[in-house]
């Protein structure tokens, strides 16, 4: 593979700048440093460091990315704001998606990855997989709607949720944990009790808590203990090694 490609595929960069680093020598190659950009590189055996950092060759990517509400989770929307408009160009080519959607006023934990499989995995109704949302509603909850919604309710189109779990930080705000996802399925759960939602925002997925840290709008790589969560779900091995 051309060291280029290498450090491109590994979204170090774009390739353009990629190509720019070999040429100013701030690229080694086991140990060596090379400046032309068409030079030899196998991923399985070779330690590339650029400008100072090594770089772990892998196909597949997992960001966490803190949504902010008017974002559209797609990857292409004329006139909107996408999800992908957020990341660095690098990750363009990489083929980058929303792995589930956000609706475009709610914020919060976004995963975006490039593994197909493992979000087909992670999104089957099958699977079950958790996810906590931030809400609050325009009139107080009472106990009985509380334990209404946690049972499953009927949110019209024949469709009945599966069990929840809510706990209510005041009357009006709390949050929600769903191993599903429906459309639009906590507005209109809250609707199915006469109430309406105010503000959502989803900070958890499959039990990974989107980082405090991360300001509305900013993204980081998951971490290994985190990506291993999600291959737990997806039951896939860890696709990063080489």
């Not at 769903?178 to 958890?204: D, P, W």
């Amino acid at each position: 593979m051309r060291l280029d490609k290498y450090l491109s595929l590994s979204a170090v960069c774009s390739r353009k700048e990629c190509a720019k680093a070999v040429r100013q020598g701030e690229v080694l190659v086991n140990g060596v440093c090379v400046k032309t950009a068409s030079a030899s590189v196998d991923p399985k055996i070779d330690t590339v460091i650029f400008c100072g950092t090594p770089v772990l060759y892998h196909d597949y990517f997992y960001l966490m990315l803190n949504k902010p509400c008017g974002v559209v989770s797609a990857t292409d929307a004329k006139g909107e704001t996408t999800v992908l408009d957020l990341l660095p160009e690098r990750f363009h080519a990489k083929k980058m998606f929303p792995c589930g959607r956000l609706d475009k006023n709610t914020s919060g934990f976004v995963l975006m990855t490039n593994d197909g499989a493992l979000a087909h995995h992670l999104l089957a109704p099958k699977t079950h997989v958790p996810k906590e949302y931030l809400f609050c509603v325009k009139y107080p909850l009472t106990a009985q709607e509380i334990e209404h919604l946690e049972q499953g309710i009927d949110i019209g189109e024949g469709i009945v949720t599966r069990p929840c779990r809510i706990h209510m930080q005041d009357a009006h705000q709390g949050i929600i944990i769903l191993t599903e996802g429906k459309y639009h399925q906590i507005k209109r759960m809250m609707l199915a009790v006469h109430n309406q939602i105010t503000s959502l925002s989803r900070i958890s997925f499959a039990g990974i808590k989107l980082d405090s840290s991360l300001a509305p709008g900013e993204w980081r790589e998951l971490t290994d203990d985190e990506r291993h969560i999600l291959y737990e779900y997806g039951k896939v091995s860890d696709k990063t090694e080489t």
